[in-house]
C-alpha cells in the first residue's frame, strides 16, 4: 500500500518555484512566507520516503542559499533581505509544517548566522554580515557551553581546537560554522566561526537516533584546527562566558516554531488522510468519517491547542523583536523576562505537539499507521529536540517568574 494524501489546499506544486530569488523586505515584506509555504508544501510529499531512503538534504539547502532565505533577517543595508524576526519564525513554521529536519536545519543556520550582531551591538557585526550576505553562506552548529569535550589553546593571536563535539548540527553541508568551547588557559569561552572545510574538522555520519533524521546532525572531531584571530567573534560586552544577550530569547521562539509547524503538518496530513479514506466507526450511524460527532471533537480540541499556540508565538515573537530592536539600550531584567517568556512558548508547545502529534491516529484509524504514510515522524521529530531540555526544570524557572516575580536570564540551552 502506498496512498497518497494530499497537502493542504491551496498548496499544489505548481506553486513552488525552486529558482525563485527572494526580494528584500522593502519591494516585499511577505515573499518569503509565501515562498517557506510553497516550499513546506512541497517537502511534504517527499519527505517520509527521502527520510526512509537516508537523502541528505543537499538539494533542500541549495535552496535555502539560492532563494536567499540564508540572508533573510541580515539588514538590507548589509546586502541581507532585512525580515523581521516575526517573518522568520513564520518561514520556519511553514517549513517545519513540511518537513522538520529541514526547519531544523534553517533555524540553527537562523541561531547561529545571528551570533556576530548580538555580540557587536557597536558595530552591528557589518563586514562579517557582508561578507555573509554577499556568499549567501549557510551556518553550521557547534555550539552548547555544557559541552566538555572539546577545548581551545591560545596559538599566538588565534587559537587552536582540539577534542570532539557531539550532536552539532548543520556543519556538514554549511560554508561556515560557529564554534563554541572552553578555553585551557582561562575562565571563558573561545566564541567563533570557522569556514566548515577547514583543515583538521573530521565529520562522522552517526546520527542513529529518533527523529530529525535529515537534520544532517553529526559528531565533529577537532584535530589541531586553526581559529584566526578575526574570526573571533568581536563581542561589546568583554569576556564571554556564555551566548551573547537575548540569543536564548530568540532561540526558544525558533525551536517553538519548529514544534509549531511538525504539529500542523501532523493536522494537515491526518485531516487529508480523514477526508479522503477515512471510514466511519460501526455504530457511528454516519456515512463518513467527517461527520463522526468524536473526530469532529477530537479534530476541534487539536486545533484550538494549534491556534493558541500560533497566538502565544505570535505575540512574544512581537515583544523579543521589540526586545531586538532595542538591544543597545535594553536592561538586564528585561532581557530575563523576555528569555522567561519565550521559553514559554516553547514550553507550551512542546506540550501540544507532544500531544497532538501521536494521537492523530485517533483521527484516522488503524490502516493511517502503514509506514508508507509515515505520520509517526511528526511526534518522533518534535520528541528528539525536546528531550534536550528538562520541561520540569524550564517550568519551574517559569513558575519563578510566574509566582515570584524572580526572572533569570538563562545561562544556556540545547
Request: charged fraction near 25%; include cysteine; hydrophobic fraction near 40%.
Amino acid at each position: 500500500m502506498n496512498q497518497h494524501v494530499s497537502p493542504p489546499a491551496g498548496a499544489g506544486t505548481d506553486a513552488f518555484d525552486a529558482a525563485r530569488v527572494l526580494p528584500p523586505a522593502s519591494v516585499d515584506a511577505a515573499a518569503p512566507v509565501r515562498f517557506a509555504r510553497a516550499f513546506g508544501a512541497h517537502l511534504a510529499r517527499q519527505a517520509t520516503s527521502r527520510e526512509r531512503a537516508g537523502v541528505r538534504p543537499t538539494e533542500e539547502v541549495a535552496i535555502l542559499k539560492s532563494s536567499g532565505l540564508v540572508n533573510l533577517l541580515i539588514p538590507e543595508r548589509f546586502g541581507g533581505l532585512g525580515a523581521t524576526i516575526p517573518t522568520a519564525l513564520q518561514v520556519l513554521v511553514e517549513l517545519s509544517r513540511g518537513d522538520a529536519s529541514i526547519g531544523a536545519l534553517l533555524c540553527y543556520h537562523y541561531t547561529n548566522s545571528g551570533v556576530g550582531r548580538l555580540f557587536d551591538i557597536d558595530g552591528d557585526a557589518e563586514a562579517l554580515e557582508r561578507r555573509s550576505a554577499a556568499e549567501r553562506w549557510f551556518w553550521g552548529n557547534v555550539s552548547q557551553p555544557g559541552a566538555r569535550g572539546l577545548k581551545a589553546r591560545p596559538d599566538g593571536d588565534g587559537f587552536r581546537l582540539n577534542g570532539v563535539k557531539h550532536w552539532s548540527t548543520g556543519p556538514s553541508l554549511a560554508d561556515v560554522t560557529t564554534v563554541l568551547s572552553h578555553r585551557d588557559d582561562v575562565a571563558e569561552l573561545l566564541y567563533a566561526y570557522i569556514p566548515a572545510d577547514r583543515q583538521g574538522l573530521r565529520y562522522e555520519n552517526d546520527w542513529d537516533h529518533l527523529g530529525l533524521r535529515r537534520a544532517e546532525t553529526v559528531t565533529i572531531g577537532f584535530d589541531n584546527v586553526e581559529v584566526r584571530p578575526e574570526e573571533v567573534f568581536k563581542s561589546s560586552y568583554g569576556p564571554v562566558t556564555s551566548f551573547p544577550p537575548l540569543y536564548v530569547a530568540i532561540g526558544e521562539l525558533y525551536f517553538a516554531s519548529v514544534y509549531l509547524g511538525s504539529t500542523l503538518g501532523a493536522l494537515d496530513a491526518a485531516s487529508a488522510y480523514a477526508r479522503e479514506h477515512g471510514r466511519p466507526a460501526p455504530g457511528s450511524g454516519v456515512e463518513r468519517a467527517t461527520g463522526d460527532p468524536y473526530v469532529l471533537h477530537q479534530f476541534g480540541s487539536f486545533w484550538t491547542d494549534a491556534e493558541a499556540g500560533t497566538a502565544f508565538l505570535r505575540q512574544v515573537a512581537g515583544e523579543v523583536q521589540d526586545g531586538f530592536d532595542r538591544r543597545r539600550t535594553i536592561t538586564a531584567p528585561e532581557r530575563a523576562a523576555l528569555g522567561v517568556r519565550a521559553s514559554a512558548v516553547r514550553a507550551f508547545l512542546t506540550k501540544v505537539g507532544l500531544d497532538v502529534t501521536p494521537r492523530v491516529y485517533e483521527l484516522t484509524g488503524a490502516r493511517a499507521s502503514h509506514n508508507d504514510l509515515g505520520f509517526d515522524r511528526f511526534w518522533r521529530d518534535i520528541r528528539i529536540h525536546t528531550l534536550h531540555d528538562s520541561q520540569h526544570y524550564k517550568l519551574r524557572a517559569i513558575g519563578d517568574f510566574a509566582l515570584n516575580g524572580e526572572a533569570h536570564e538563562p545561562p544556556s540551552f540545547a
